[in-house]
């Protein structure tokens, strides 16, 4: 939001360039928790029951 102009109102270009950043980092937010979903499932039957060696808690 820092190039959003505050004292006009912000183009169809501003919004686009916004756009296009929140995209990038919401993507990125996904692809971290899709990971820990697969992490999650891939441990939850493993039967470890140990913190030391749990991948979800220490990866």
């Known amino acids: 939001m ?3 102009p505050h ?3 912000p183009g169809k270009e ?9 995209s990038r980092d919401i993507d990125e937010r ?7 979903r697969a992490r ?5 039957g493993c039967g470890c029951l140990s913190f030391a060696e749990c991948r979800l808690v220490s990866p």
């Open 2 to 4: 820092a190039d959003v």
């Open 7 to 9: 004292d006009v109102a």
């Open 14 to 22: 501003v919004w686009q360039r916004a756009s296009e950043c929140w």
């Open 30 to 36: 996904i692809e971290r928790l899709e990971d820990v």
């Open 40 to 44: 999650f499932t891939s441990c939850a």
